[in-house]
């Protein structure tokens, strides 16, 4: 079935550093790929997203990349703050949201 | 800015009993989701319901599991003969196109089955 792999499962990095998270999906019909951000007793909030008509998609600090030729996408966050520290999911879209297994990011001041 | 509501915050049952989660989708959205997650594990798709009728649902979502649209502003989810392994959050969501549509999700149902 569809299956979306994400690594690493814990990222620690310090203040001002960037972090980067991967992602592969099986689901060659896949055509959306969102990126949420999952704060301790919260719901997934939306940060980023990219179509499979683009490669690459920036906002501030958050950039995602997409190569649909070998299905690998990454979320690149650049000088990273204390409060970027959270849960982050990939997901990728066919006909449903399948979500990856999650990275914890922490920022150290 | 909108948001979808969920309620309770917070369930806790009895193993063998039902269950309602309840949920308000943004308001102008056609198209809601139910999600679960298990503690620690990943976000799993549960069912897509568009239209008054599931669009989609997931191998989890077996025949204890129900969804309504009761009125115009609800979702709700029913769980019957709730099983321990049925304990997780429990997230709605809800987005304005099934293929464009960003889905917009609440901050969940945390059940927990005794």
């Known amino acids: 079935g569809e299956n979306v792999e994400q690594h690493p499962s814990t990222l620690s990095v310090q203040e001002g550093d960037s972090a980067v998270i991967k992602c592969t999906y099986s689901?060659?019909?896949?055509?959306?790929f969102p990126w949420y951000k999952q704060e301790l007793g919260k719901g997934p909030q939306l940060i980023i997203d990219?179509?499979?008509?683009?490669g690459e998609k920036k906002d501030q600090r958050i950039a995602v990349t997409l190569n649909k030729t070998a299905k690998h996408f990454s979320l690149h966050i650049t000088e990273t703050q204390p409060e970027d520290s959270a849960v982050y999911f990939c997901?990728?879209?066919?006909?449903?949201?399948?979500f990856g297994t999650g990275t914890r990011l922490q920022v150290f001041p | 800015e909108p948001e979808v509501t969920q309620t309770p915050s917070h369930q806790v049952t009895q193993m063998g009993q039902e269950v309602i989660l309840r949920c308000v989708p943004i308001?102008?959205?056609?198209?809601f989701y139910w999600y679960r997650q298990i503690l620690g594990q990943k976000v799993e798709f549960l069912v897509s319901?568009?239209?008054?009728?599931?669009?989609?649902k997931s191998e989890i979502f077996d025949d204890r599991f129900s969804v309504e649209r009761p009125d115009g502003s609800n979702f709700t989810l029913k769980i019957r003969s709730t099983k321990l392994e049925d304990s997780a959050m429990y997230f709605c969501?809800?987005?304005?196109?099934?293929?464009?549509?960003?889905?917009?999700f609440g901050a969940g149902t945390r059940l927990s089955v005794l």
């Open positions: 969501a809800s987005s304005e196109g099934l293929h464009v549509g960003i889905q917009y």
């Open positions: 689901d060659s019909a896949s055509n959306y």
């Open positions: 990219i179509r499979s008509n683009v």
């Open positions: 997901a990728a879209k066919a006909d449903k949201l399948i």
């Open positions: 308001s102008n959205h056609l198209y």
């Open positions: 319901f568009y239209n008054n009728e599931i669009s989609e």
